[in-house]
């Protein structure tokens, strides 16, 4: 986050985020006058100016400093200035794709039907990383068993893929043929891709290497699971290879804590469902003392016989996704965090830091009235 500043402190233009050299030196050069500079450009359009030039200038301004709404609202009226042909000029990409928010907007379809032409403005690395973008999440999500696997559906991601002519290096055609594998229940031609071919997931490998939990074959393929597991933790460091490491430790664990794989409200539900509470430990990837929990408390049987027939046991990273609002709403500041909750999510017992087995299941029980 950085900030240009006027003598008297005042913020001149907001850039958010890292980014190459050029753009870094193009972002900061925009302050150097007042048509292109946030502070300048958001006088000029609250004086009245509206032309397309100025409203450009703005949107760019907006952009770099991540004020999202403001872009947006900005951006609607900057769009409704332009003309189709116009779309595929290299100063409206930014604006135009933010008026895609999927492949069913009519901007989606304008920009398949007219690639050629956005290709030669912008370039085909910025327009296909783009369009795969909005694949990603769909293909990734079967290939980490996310959602269940639905052969027409992928047939049809397949299909809108190539459509979009994505070049076959893209990581979405990786992730979709360990989709294929995976939803088709072969799983040693799973393994053996993901061992072979597992460099060209690029930062989605880990992602599928920490899905590989939920494979539902039998003792033999959970094994194989498990011992390509293990030497993949070797190819990683850091966060990674904890992470690898805990989950090794909890396939092999058979009457430890089960935690499930819900989000918050799913945690809830099925607590309601099946009349118990809800265990949520509260960690993250750097507390130490977490990691001590998941790998000697956790795991013991005595332990996960109680939890497993009391409560709905989640486990939540603080520090990323569903985690950062929960954090908030339950003012978690200390690692580990363990909360009981009802089906309501009202806390009911909070137990700070690292305990002993013993300790910990006298602080976690509730007497039912």
């Not at 609202?73 to 332009?82: H, I, P, S, T, W």
């Not at 783009?130 to 068993?145: H, K, P, Q, R």
């Amino acid at each position: 986050h950085y900030l240009v500043l006027d003598s008297d402190g005042n913020v001149v233009l907001r850039i958010v985020g890292g980014m190459r050299l050029p753009d870094f030196q193009y972002a900061v050069a925009r302050a150097l006058s007042p048509k292109t500079s946030l502070v300048g450009t958001e006088k000029l359009y609250q004086s009245g100016k509206r032309d397309k030039k100025t409203l450009a200038n703005y949107l760019e301004a907006l952009n770099l400093a991540h004020k999202n709404d403001q872009f947006k609202a900005v951006g609607k009226e900057y769009m409704a200035m332009l003309k189709p042909k116009e779309y595929s000029k290299e100063e409206n990409w930014k604006v135009f794709t933010s008026w895609i928010p999927d492949r069913k907007s009519d901007n989606y379809k304008y920009l398949v039907e007219h690639k050629a032409d956005f290709v030669k403005n912008v370039g085909a690395e910025k327009g296909n990383m783009f369009m795969e973008g909005l694949f990603y999440w769909d293909v990734l999500s079967y290939a980490t068993a996310h959602k269940d696997y639905d052969a027409m559906d992928m047939a049809q991601l397949l299909n809108e893929m190539k459509k979009a002519e994505l070049p076959d290096s893209c990581d979405s055609y990786s992730l979709y043929k360990v989709a294929q594998l995976r939803g088709t229940k072969k799983y040693s031609e799973l393994l053996d891709y993901l061992k072979t071919q597992g460099k060209s997931l690029g930062v989605s490998k880990i992602y599928v290497d920490m899905s590989l939990n939920k494979i539902d074959g039998d003792e033999q393929t959970k094994n194989k699971v498990l011992a390509y597991l293990r030497e993949e933790q070797k190819q990683y460091q850091g966060t990674h290879a904890r992470r690898l490491e805990d989950l090794i430790r909890s396939m092999e664990n058979t009457g430890g804590v089960e935690f499930a794989d819900l989000t918050f409200d799913q945690a809830l539900a099925k607590a309601a469902k099946t009349g118990k509470l809800v265990f949520m430990d509260c960690y993250t990837d750097w507390c130490v003392p977490c990691r001590h929990m998941a790998k000697e408390v956790f795991t013991l049987p005595q332990v996960g016989g109680y939890f497993n027939e009391h409560f709905v046991n989640l486990k939540m990273d603080m520090e990323k996704g569903e985690g950062v609002q929960i954090a908030k709403r339950y003012n978690i500041r200390a690692y580990p965090t363990m909360l009981v909750l009802d089906t309501k999510g009202n806390v009911l017992k909070t137990v700070l830091g690292a305990r002993k087995a013993e300790e910990l299941l006298q602080m976690v029980r509730v007497d039912k009235k």
